[in-house]
């Protein structure tokens, strides 16, 4: 079974979770971005050795695939509470 691109968006949604574990503890939330990052870079790399059909053969672009799935994490959170914030001041 080849996981392609869902292994990508697995990592997003995996880093996306952690954040909010984070959020939970008294840790600065300036932190977030940071972590979904390096957490990303950690999950590319395994992805790269684990996952069959992983979309990318090199450790390099396995890292840098797995930093922007945990900087997307943060900035599908962030569009979320945007577009929330607009619905509520149209209201």
């Known amino acids: 079974m080849e996981f392609g691109i869902t292994g990508v968006a697995g990592v997003t949604v995996i880093c ?19 972590i979904c990052g390096l957490l990303g870079a950690i999950l590319g790399a395994i992805g790269l050795y684990t996952m069959p059909g992983w979309p990318s053969s ?8 797995g930093i922007v799935s945990g900087f997307a994490a943060t900035g599908v959170h962030q569009m979320y509470k945007q577009m929330k914030t607009k619905q509520e001041e149209q209201k």
């Open 16 to 34: 996306y979770l952690a954040a909010q574990l984070v959020k939970a503890t008294p840790l600065d939330k300036k932190w977030l971005p940071g």
């Open 58 to 65: 090199d450790i390099l672009d396995s890292i840098a695939i």
